[in-house]
């Protein structure tokens, strides 16, 4: 495989900016989130920007979401507003608190159920169903998208009875569905529910690329148990090319799984810090998923100036 002419990088965007996002400030296009602050009683605890001074509207919100995707949160999370995370003491899935290999910045913030329920809150950014009962819980009885501002944010295609998928919050008129592919919200059955598409942005991790190891880089999380869904199967067919550099959480055991040579598909799970270096030494980057939401991690490999094989089949 001989290595391929080092692609200009594009004038204009230095790196850690978030690719397709507003910056330095959000855009001001559209009206403020409706102030929904009053709970249940009447003395106001949550919902609206902050004020400073007569009339003023603040631009920067307290922001409460769950860790649930690091590597999206990690560039929804570069923006001007500060980033409440809950955090238990077991750090279990619903308290995982900030990311241990994502960089963030200082304004997020881990947060206790405790100090939620008093906290100041202006919206809630729900990521799965059972955060809704969740959040007006831990809030002290405030509920999303009645007393605080919320949207629904869709990470993923639809499964099971595609095209007829009904989405677990269609049909209300308390929030948003945020989907982050058009392929997604054409295909969710979202009902009356109102829905926008806010498409996937990077932190720009800068033009790295040199291919100088004969390899390909796949970065992927347990394909063993997502199978092919995510192209596990195609991985055999892709080692007859070029050996397999497969990155990603719980990929142990991919090589004997899939009855290769050790060599022909190594695998390793890397900080982000040290996973972006290593993908642009491999000589290509592979994305072979079948069935899920346009991959960050084929968005980051064209950012640093990988050439990229992908499968033309959900957006």
Do not use: K
């Not at 902050?50 to 999370?77: C, D, E, K, P, Y």
């Not at 142990?252 to 040290?274: F, K, M, N, S, V």
């Not at 491999?282 to 346009?294: C, D, F, G, I, K």
């Amino acid at each position: 495989m001989a290595p391929l002419q080092r692609p200009a990088r594009a004038a204009g965007r230095p790196a850690g900016t978030v690719c397709g996002q507003p910056r330095p400030e959000v855009s001001r296009g559209r009206a403020p989130l409706p102030r929904r602050g009053r709970q249940r009683g009447g003395a106001r605890r949550g919902g609206g920007p902050r004020r400073h001074g007569q009339g003023a509207r603040s631009t920067t919100m307290n922001i409460l979401l769950w860790h649930v995707h690091g590597s999206w949160t990690t560039a929804f999370v570069q923006g001007p507003h500060t980033y409440l995370v809950p955090v238990t003491p077991g750090r279990d899935p619903d308290g995982l608190g900030r990311a241990r290999t994502f960089d963030w910045p200082d304004t997020v913030r881990e947060t206790t159920p405790e100090q939620l329920r008093d906290a100041q809150v202006d919206l809630v950014v729900l990521q799965r169903p059972h955060e809704m009962e969740l959040a007006e819980r831990w809030l002290g009885g405030r509920r999303p998208g009645r007393d605080i501002p919320a949207v629904y944010l869709e990470h993923n295609a639809p499964d099971g009875d595609v095209p007829a998928t009904r989405h677990p919050f269609a049909d209300r008129d308390d929030l948003t569905i945020v989907h982050v592919t058009h392929f997604n919200r054409l295909f969710w059955d979202n009902g009356s529910t109102r829905t926008e598409v806010v498409e996937h942005g990077i932190v720009d991790p800068g033009h790295l690329y040199t291919g100088r190891l004969a390899r390909a880089a796949v970065v992927v999380n347990e394909p063993v148990r997502r199978g092919r869904w995510t192209g596990t199967d195609l991985l055999p067919g892709l080692a007859e090319a070029a050996p397999l550099d497969v990155f990603g959480m719980r990929t142990d055991g991919l090589a004997e799984h899939l009855g290769l040579p050790p060599d022909r598909c190594r695998t390793t799970d890397l900080p982000q810090r040290e996973l972006h270096g290593a993908m642009a030494e491999r000589r290509v980057y592979v994305h072979p998923v079948r069935w899920t939401s346009l991959g960050l991690s084929l968005l980051e490999a064209m950012h640093l100036g990988m050439p990229v094989v992908a499968l033309a089949t959900t957006e």
